[in-house]
């Protein structure tokens, strides 16, 4: 067999085991997702993901090294995910802002995992100072600071003070729907409020 061939086999293999270990993460990843969601960061073992996405605690520890660096691999996800979703919008102002709000609004009433974990794990490290607290802060700010841009663009004469307004709803009404979905809409809901917001904006 020339070298070549040798290498390109090796190289083969190399990228296979790659696939292999991508995928597996991506396993547990889907799996911490869900349990974290059900039972918390701290009500959640590494046996437990391991057992749901079918592989050993090792093999969880083997992929991420620790249990807290599984979670800041979730939560990455969970904001890859969000912004796959949004990033169609980017660029519309107000109008397309709204209309990306009620798109995923519909998108956590057919998929709650994602908005589950975001509320179990955002009161679970309330004022604990952790990474994971400090991580929520971070996103809060940033997401105030994105809302303020567009609404100031829009004309609004306030528009730090309804950015911050805007996101308690946004956090509020996801708590009410998972507490309660049979009886909450939660387009609904945010089709309501974005339309009185609209018609506040000149």
Known sequence: MRQSDKLAGIAGIKGQVQRR???????IVDAAIGLFGQHGYRGTS?????????????????HFGTKEALLQAVLAEHDARSAARLEGYAGTGWAGLAEALLSDAE??????GLATLHAVLQAEQLGTGSPVHLWFQERGRMLRHHLAAVLADAGSDDPQGTAAELLAFLEGALIL??????????????????????????
Request: charged share 20%; aromatic share 6%.
């Open 21 to 27: 270990g991508a995928e597996r993460r991506r396993q």
């Open 46 to 62: 590494v046996a437990a993901i391991g057992a749901a996405a079918g592989v050993t605690p090792s093999a969880v520890i083997h």
């Open 107 to 112: 998108h956590t009433m057919r998929h709650s």
């Open 177 to 202: 729907w998972l507490v309660d979905p049979e009886t909450t809409d939660l387009r609904a809901l945010y089709a309501s409020y974005l339309a009185r917001l609209t018609a506040s904006l000149p």
